[in-house]
């Protein structure tokens, strides 16, 4: 199959899903008030993710809403312009490679910076099509998701903020709340640029900017979710990943750029005075995050293409979309972790866990040092930040298998030694120690002789 290595815009990439059999429109009228979520997650529980949903008709809307677009490891690999995922390690190992630098975060700087690929300003922008006269934000099919949460949210916002102080620009994807016509919440977690931004600001005394674009090509969604080093601007990161400059156009009221491609783009400042009680928010847990005090933003420029789709991710029990999000995440991350860590082999962060809860690495045997200092220091760097659990396996355990990898614990661990508490964190050593004995493996002569003769035993058909 032909995909490409990038899109225009998200309506490329939707048209690209509706080509291959993977996008449902849904003409009927449905209700951005729980329905769309409702029946979005039944459709991603399916097998494979379910298709990608576009919903033509939102009551009381007239802009369209797509879910799920990103619902599978299909889908994302091809959003990312592969076939499969493992190209994308692959790739992205090979580019690291050729960079001399220590560690990880240093490369990353020295590919992107050295790749030629700084967005370009594009003068006639897609997202400028509609310029709003007037601003009134519940005219957007934003989707509540739980009977219980808060208010309905832009769930794949991307947010752009700068730091006063740096001039650093960052993009990050954080959920942010319908408040009225004119006002957003954001739920900015401690510890992410877009917070410490904030902090910035309202250190300086100075009014915070901030742009937040749905839409534009799928790149910058996965390079907005990934945790990169404060010197590597997300624009630049997503130029790389689809191997051609992002095309950006500047804000209409201040200094800070969103893509020119983007559906919808909204701008206006953080009002960094006064806050506003956010959620509660049904969350990948399975329980209500409560009410807590966020900032609040004032929006007070509206751009739109003709006819825009907004874009949405329902969150709940796992597999939901953001766990195969997750996964292009994880796999971006590998590379960078082979780096600074080169003993390890490979990396599954589980579905359950959505993005950062657990992570399962194996390694390979001839480490010089322990496997839980190693683990330790894997957690002490910066691309595995926010996980809780940490399991070490051999090698030869492939950790992306559930069975294999609670196969392997329950036989190795000794839930007394094999253990250590780090911050918030715990981390299990599930390696083969030398008092479990030597791996019993089949003679691999005798394997070839029973391939050989499944005809003969009249299994051929049964075992294929
Ligand atoms: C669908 C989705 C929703 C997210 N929601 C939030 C959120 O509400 N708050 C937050 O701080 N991070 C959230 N994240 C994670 C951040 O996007 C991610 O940690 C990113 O690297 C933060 O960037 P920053 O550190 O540059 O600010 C979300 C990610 C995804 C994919």
């Avoid at 979520?37 to 008709?57: C, H, I, N, Y």
């Avoid at 992205?92 to 960079?99: I, K, P, T």
């Avoid at 209409?252 to 006064?274: F, I, K, Y």
Wanted: hydrophobic letters at 40%.
């Amino acid at each position: 199959m032909n995909i490409p290595r990038r899109y225009e815009s998200l309506q490329d990439f939707i048209a690209l899903l509706e080509q291959h059999g993977e996008l449902h429109r849904v003409r009927t009228t449905v209700s951005a008030d729980q329905e769309i979520a409702a029946l979005t997650d039944r459709v991603a529980k399916r097998k494979g993710g379910g298709p990608g949903l576009l919903f033509e008709q939102v009551d009381n809307y007239n802009w369209s809403s797509a879910t799920n677009l990103f619902g599978s490891l299909q889908r994302c690999a091809w959003a990312a312009g592969v076939e499969q995922l493992a190209e994308l390690s692959q790739r992205f190992e090979f580019d690291l490679r050729g960079c001399a630098k220590k560690t990880a975060a240093r490369r990353l700087e020295r590919l992107v910076n050295v790749s030629g690929l700084q967005p370009f300003i594009v003068d006639a922008p897609t997202c400028r099509e509609v310029v709003a006269a007037h601003i009134d934000l519940t005219t957007i099919p934003l989707l509540r998701n739980f009977p219980d949460d808060g208010g309905s949210y832009l769930t794949l916002a991307q947010v752009f903020t700068d730091n006063p102080v740096t001039r650093r620009n960052n993009c990050g994807i954080y959920r942010v709340q319908l408040v009225d016509p004119t006002h957003l919440a954001i739920h900015w977690h401690d510890g992410s640029d877009g917070a410490n931004n904030f902090r910035a600001y309202s250190d300086s005394g100075k009014k915070m900017p901030i742009a937040i674009a749905l839409g534009g090509d799928p790149a910058l969604l996965f390079s907005a979710a990934m945790k990169l080093p404060e010197t590597v601007d997300e624009t630049v990161f997503a130029s790389y990943l689809r191997a051609a400059p992002l095309g950006m156009t500047p804000c209409l009221s201040h200094q800070l750029r969103v893509p020119a491609s983007a559906e919808v783009v909204l701008e206006g400042e953080v009002v960094t005075d006064a806050g506003f009680i956010e959620g509660p928010y049904g969350n990948h847990t399975g329980s209500y995050q409560p009410e807590h005090r966020c900032p609040l933003i004032h929006i007070t420029h509206l751009s739109h293409r003709h006819r825009p789709i907004i874009p949405a991710t329902i969150i709940g029990r796992p597999p939901t979309e953001n766990c195969y999000l997750g996964k292009v995440i994880e796999r971006l991350i590998l590379p960078l972790l082979k780096i600074d860590h080169p003993a390890l082999h490979d990396l599954c962060m589980p579905l359950e866990a959505v993005f950062h809860g657990c992570a399962l690495v194996s390694i390979k045997a001839s480490t010089a040092v322990s496997v839980l200092s190693l683990a330790q220091d894997i957690l002490d760097g910066p691309w595995l930040r926010g996980v809780r659990l940490l399991v070490v396996f051999d090698q030869d355990v492939n950790v992306h298998d559930p069975s294999m990898c609670f196969w392997q614990a329950i036989n190795h661990l000794d839930i007394n030694d094999d253990n250590i508490k780090i911050g918030a964190a715990r981390i299990f050593d599930a390696t083969r120690k030398a008092t479990d004995g030597a791996p019993c493996r089949r003679s691999p002569a005798i394997e070839q002789l029973v391939t050989r003769r499944l005809e003969d035993y009249g299994l051929r058909e049964i075992m294929e």
